[in-house]
Structure formats: structure tokens, C-alpha cells
DNA sequence: GGTGAAGGTGTACACCGTACACTCGGATGC
DNA sequence: GCATCCGAGTGTACGGTGTACACCTTCACC
């Protein structure tokens, strides 16, 4: 009957500091994530957590673990090419609801289990499409990140946390200084944006995506169908 | 005649920070780049660099800078192909001696001048071999960070500053638990060292590079010589 | 009911980026 | 020749970081 009034106060355990690490990066960013912050989260001293991870290294490799779960297990109803295009959209999705997630996917370095076993289940489905395991390792390669939902790129739109508001004024002056330095970056940028009146709309990212995703795919179904071989290959 | 003996101290300048963090983080890493410690190297005190950058992020784009103009300038008398290619694959050799200039330049957001000259050369490149402007703006994507002489990949062999020496016996062990869990991943890797005793030698990173860069540039000519065009792209 | 281990605490250290007020040397104007 | 001014370099200080280490508290089990 005495029952305490605050909080329960359940206990910790490394699979509650994960969820909340998760959580509270999607909400404050990573770069606000230290753990000082995440131990404040849990209602804790910031030495607490370390019974639970090694270090922040290892809260960071398991907060991967946390994501990459939740890429979508493959299809195997479908071909290799749908099966591998499904995934790894799927994977795109997962990296939308985190948007943190890029960065630290891109800095780790660590290999665990989890991260294994997603390229594992990836690598089979080549395989299982008929790929030479000497092309699925190249194919792996060149997929590089777009295996991961992403691909690098310099002023990606989802890059700043916020974006000043448009000073539309401010914008085309810009864009006239641009026109003589940088004819050539205008010229696409329009493309991008010939369907709307607002100025530097940005890309369709989705779009951009697929674009490169169908182009790889495309290309590694020919190598595959004209027996490719690295045989062929020079010795550096 | 009262020349002193001690170092000139000539006066810093930008260039003299820039060009000295630049050198520093080959010597010492990025990540062992502190403001302080840069400031030691120069013989200042640590407050004399704000002089001459902002903060710690105007360093870091003004290092970018330094970098990316050690870039070759495209090559006017090859075809669009032979000179992209030559001129990401210079951009490859500029990453490779500084291998730290990987992770920063995926961090940067800002797009300076010489960032932008780069950007604006390389899409001349494409305009000038035929591509439409749509298309060479797709094509730009596509390429993402392999413009800029990398792709992203979980366990880069350079990711590490000092793998620790092998210990075969554990490796071969640990082989043997992963063929269980991990069969193909063992099938792909077995095939990139097959032609090595040592085992996981690594990739010849150049040539997968080359391969997800010809793969990618041999889809672009095709989609050019097909006249492609984004007209039919699904109006999401 | 005692005991041992595991979980949570408190204090402390070294390091980081940088705000702010200062000193001092050298160019400029009279 | 002297005053002035300005900007490069200095010194101190603050609030933040990750985490080592010693301590205490709680709880399961014999």
C-alpha cells in the first residue's frame, strides 16, 4: 500500500539505454546525444550507463543494431531484382525516420552480427539469382552505401537541420551572380525545378534514389547474363 | 646584423593555418585535430587562430578547399568519358593522401567556391559530351561521393588507422564459426583472395572502384545514346 | 539473516571549442 | 618626432565532453 509515488524506477538494462538512445536522437539530433544528456533521459547518473555499454563507441554500434533491424527481412517470392530493389528501399525507409542515422552508419567501423547479417541475407540473394560469387563481391562494392538506404552527397538537402527561410529576393540576386561563375550548375538546377514557380525547390530524392539504384541494377543484370568474369582482369 | 637566432615568427596568415592543419591531420589523424594542438604546432597560442578562421567548421571548409584544388583540371582533348574518368580517378589519388579528408569532406555542408568550381567543371563535362541537361543532372547523383573519389562502404580496409597484426590461427578459427552463420559472405571473400595465401588480404579497392565507376558511366552513354529523358518519371 | 555480486552514485580529470578583455608592435597622419 | 590607431597575438575563464575510480545500495540466493 506504500507504493512509492514516483516513477517505478525499472531497472536499466542495455536493450532500455539502446531504445532510448534511438529515440532520443531522432527527437534532439546526434550531435545533442552525449551521455550525459541520454542519462539525464533515463532518469540517471551519466556513470550508470557504462555498466550497460563499453563506452559511447560501443552505444553508438549498438544503436546501429537497433536501426538496421528494422530493415524489412528479404522477399523471396521475388526475383533477385525486385527482392534487392524492395530491400533496399526498405532500407531508404528505415534511414528516413532517422535522420541521424547516415553519419553514424557512415562512421562506424565496427562489424557486428547484426550489420553481418544484413549484408549475409543481401549477399544470398545474388547468389540465389544467379550471380558468380566473384560478381556478387564486386556487385556488393559497387552498390557501396545505396546497399545502406543512402548515398553521399555534398549539399544533400536533408544535410541542415534547418534551412533559413527563403528570401526569394535575396535568392535570385544569387542566382544572377551564379549565372556568370557557374553557368553550367544553374542550367541543371533549372531542369530540377521547371515544374515550380519556387525557386530551388530541391531535388526529388526518391527519384535521384531509384534513378542510380535501377541504373546499378540494370547493369549488373548484363554483366551477369553475358557470363562476366574478372579473368579478365589486370594485374596492378 | 642583430638578426635573432630564435625562428623569425613570421606572421600567420589564413594560407599558413590552412596549408599547416592540412599537413597536421595527415601527420596526427582528424580526429586528433584540436584547435589547441594546431595552434601549438604553429607556435601561437590557441585564441590567434579565430584571427584568421571563424571557428572550427570555417577550418575544416578551408581544408576542403586546400584539397579539392589539388584536383587535376579536366583534360580538354579527351572524349567526356575518358575525361571524367580521369578526372575522378584524380580526385581518388587526392583522397588517398589524405585519408582523412574522406570523413570530412562527407561532414561539410557549405558550399565554398572552390567546391563549387569543381562541381561546375564536372557537369561541363557531361554538357559538353552531349548530355542533356535532365540527364546530366540525374547523371550528377548517380556518381554522388564517387565524384569525389570514394563511395562509402561499411569496413573499409583504410577505415582503421592500425589493423592489429593477424593472428592467423584466431582468423582461420574465426573463419571456420563464420562459415555456419555467414556462408556467403565466406563465398565472396574466399573469392577476392584467391589468388593470395594470406588470408583476408582485402579488395583491390582501386579496381572496384574502377568497376562501379565503368558500370555507372557505361549506363550513362546508354541512356544518352537513347535519348532518355525524365518525362516519363512517375509524378509521385 | 548474511553475503556477494551487480547496478547506480559522486567526484574528479583531462580535454574540447571559444567568448571576452587585454597587450603590444608597427603603419599612418600630423 | 610624436601621437594615434588598428589588428595580430595573449591570458583567463566558462561550459561542455567522455570516462576512470572509489564508493554505496539493492537484491537474489544459500
Known amino acids: 500500500m506504500a507504493q512509492v509515488l514516483v516513477a517505478p524506477r525499472l531497472r536499466l538494462n542495455r536493450d532500455r539505454v539502446l531504445q532510448a538512445a534511438v529515440q532520443l536522437a531522432d527527437r534532439i539530433g546526434i550531435d545533442a546525444l552525449s551521455m550525459r544528456r541520454l542519462a539525464e533521459e533515463l532518469g540517471v547518473v551519466p556513470m550508470a550507463l557504462y555498466k550497460h555499454v563499453a563506452n559511447k563507441d560501443e552505444l553508438l554500434d549498438g544503436m546501429v543494431d537497433v536501426i538496421v533491424a528494422e530493415i524489412d527481412p528479404p522477399n523471396g517470392d521475388l526475383g533477385w531484382k525486385a527482392a534487392v530493389r524492395l530491400r533496399v528501399l526498405s532500407a531508404r525507409q528505415m534511414l528516413l525516420r532517422h535522420p541521424w542515422a547516415?553519419?553514424?552508419?557512415?562512421?562506424?567501423?565496427?562489424?557486428?552480427?547484426?550489420?553481418?547479417?544484413?549484408?549475409?541475407?543481401?549477399?544470398?540473394?545474388?547468389?540465389?539469382?544467379?550471380f558468380s560469387a566473384d560478381l556478387t563481391h564486386h556487385v556488393m562494392h559497387a552498390l557501396g552505401s545505396r546497399m545502406w538506404g543512402f548515398t553521399q552527397e555534398l549539399f544533400d538537402a536533408s544535410a541542415g537541420p534547418d534551412r533559413p527561410p527563403v528570401d526569394i529576393a535575396a535568392q535570385v540576386a544569387q542566382l544572377q551572380a551564379m549565372a556568370e561563375r557557374y553557368p553550367h550548375i544553374l542550367q541543371i538546377s533549372e531542369v530540377a525545378t521547371h515544374d515550380d514557380s519556387v525557386v530551388a525547390r530541391g531535388c526529388d530524392d526518391r527519384f535521384e534514389f531509384e534513378f542510380a539504384l535501377?541504373?546499378?541494377?540494370?547493369?549488373?543484370?548484363?554483366?551477369?547474363?553475358?557470363?562476366?568474369?574478372?579473368?579478365?582482369?589486370?594485374?596492378?
Open 102 to 130: 547516415r553519419s553514424v552508419l557512415e562512421s562506424r567501423t565496427r562489424e557486428t552480427p547484426t550489420v553481418l547479417d544484413y549484408m549475409e541475407s543481401t549477399i544470398g540473394m545474388f547468389l540465389a539469382g544467379g
Open 214 to 236: 535501377d541504373l546499378l541494377l540494370d547493369g549488373f543484370e548484363r554483366l551477369r547474363d553475358a557470363g562476366w568474369s574478372s579473368d579478365a582482369r589486370p594485374t596492378a
